[in-house]
């Protein structure tokens, strides 16, 4: 599986692989979709697993921030699969504590010290109420501290991992091996997430879409706690005129390059 449009989703949940979670592939002398024959899944191949497999130890950090609808999610999901690293799309952390405290009206702090895989499993945590919840609790720096460790655990485990999210690069993982900034104008982001939500039935119009996206924009930006911002060290990835497999192309000849400059 490679998405043809930006935003499409990801592989649907499963009891042992959450959304959220890319299913650690091990790729193997470069094998791509042919390596895995008993895979449902097809990715696209950009003959980068082999070099990486190669040039890392036994963990490899791979940060990927951004606004919304920038890209970061599937360019993420692809690389993961790619290289056969485990994946976090972090963002799903704060979706489920937004939506277990708005149904149960708890503590977010609680919530998101409490919080497990089983949360990440919830079919609800990709609709437009749980984003905008997700922004709100993501404000609290209490809520943020509570989930750094979860984060920080799977950053690190064996094999390679991929986050994606707000603050990857520079709160989170400030030392990761490879950072990216993922971008995209405000038109296209909004212009992609209208297009995602309308295939899903939801009838809001496309301004009111960038209304919200602004909105959400202004509270990642501008809250105290982990403010959206590019880590000084990170790759500007701009996807306003890209197409998915050229835009993880791109990512992929980064890794390779740094890590070249890593082994020179």
Same mark, same amino acid.
Not at 79 to 92: P, R, S
Not at 227 to 237: C, Q
């Given at each position: $599986? %490679?998405?043809?449009?930006? *935003?499409?989703?990801?592989?649907?949940?499963?009891?042992?692989?959450?959304?959220?979670?890319?299913?650690?592939?091990?790729?193997?002398?470069? *094998?791509?979709?042919?390596?895995?024959?008993?895979?449902?899944?097809?990715?696209?191949? %950009?003959?980068?697993?082999?070099?990486?497999?190669?040039?890392?130890? !036994?963990?490899?950090?791979?940060?990927?921030?951004?606004? /919304?609808?920038?890209?970061?999610?599937?360019?993420? #999901?692809?690389?993961?699969? +790619? $290289?056969?690293?485990?994946?976090?799309?972090?963002?799903?952390?704060?979706?489920?504590?937004?939506?277990?405290?708005?149904?149960? *009206?708890? !503590?977010?702090?609680?919530? /998101?010290?409490?919080?497990? +895989?089983?949360?990440?499993?919830? !079919?609800?945590? #990709?609709?437009?109420?749980?984003?905008?919840?997700?922004?709100?609790?993501? /404000?609290?720096?209490?809520?943020?501290?509570?989930?750094?460790? %979860?984060?920080?655990? $799977?950053?690190?485990?064996?094999?390679?991992?991929?986050?994606?999210?707000?603050?990857?690069?520079?709160?989170?993982?400030?030392?990761?091996?490879?950072?990216?900034?993922?971008?995209?104008?405000?038109?296209?982001?909004?212009?992609?997430?209208?297009?995602?939500?309308?295939?899903?039935?939801?009838?809001?119009?496309?301004?009111?879409? +960038?209304?919200?996206?602004?909105?959400?924009?202004? #509270?990642?930006?501008?809250?105290?706690?982990?403010?959206?911002?590019? /880590?000084?060290?990170?790759?500007?990835?701009?996807?306003?005129?890209?197409?998915?497999?050229?835009?993880?192309? +791109?990512?992929?000849?980064?890794?390779?390059?740094?890590?070249?400059?890593? #082994?020179?």
């Amino acid at each position: $599986f %490679f998405p043809k449009t930006w *935003g499409a989703p990801p592989p649907p949940a499963t009891p042992d692989r959450p959304v959220g979670w890319a299913s650690p592939h091990r790729i193997a002398g470069g *094998g791509g979709a042919a390596a895995h024959p008993t895979s449902h899944h097809r990715y696209w191949h %950009f003959g980068c697993a082999p070099l990486i497999h190669r040039a890392m130890t !036994d963990r490899f950090t791979i940060a990927i921030d951004g606004p /919304a609808a920038s890209g970061k999610g599937t360019i993420s #999901r692809a690389l993961a699969a +790619e $290289f056969g690293f485990v994946h976090l799309d972090t963002g799903l952390l704060y979706r489920a504590v937004g939506a277990v405290q708005a149904q149960t *009206g708890g !503590d977010p702090v609680a919530i /998101a010290a409490a919080l497990s +895989e089983a949360d990440l499993a919830r !079919d609800d945590l #990709r609709s437009g109420p749980a984003a905008q919840a997700a922004s709100k609790v993501a /404000a609290l720096p209490e809520v943020r501290e509570a989930l750094i460790a %979860f984060q920080r655990d $799977f950053a690190l485990r064996p094999g390679g991992a991929v986050l994606d999210g707000r603050d990857i690069g520079t709160v989170i993982c400030p030392d990761a091996d490879v950072k990216f900034f993922v971008t995209a104008s405000d038109a296209e982001r909004a212009r992609r997430r209208h297009a995602e939500l309308s295939a899903k039935g939801d009838p809001r119009s496309l301004a009111e879409i +960038e209304a919200d996206i602004a909105a959400r924009d202004r #509270r990642d930006r501008e809250r105290e706690a982990a403010p959206l911002r590019p /880590a000084d060290d990170a790759h500007l990835l701009d996807t306003t005129n890209m197409a998915i497999d050229a835009a993880v192309a +791109e990512a992929a000849r980064w890794i390779n390059e740094q890590l070249s400059k890593a #082994r020179a």
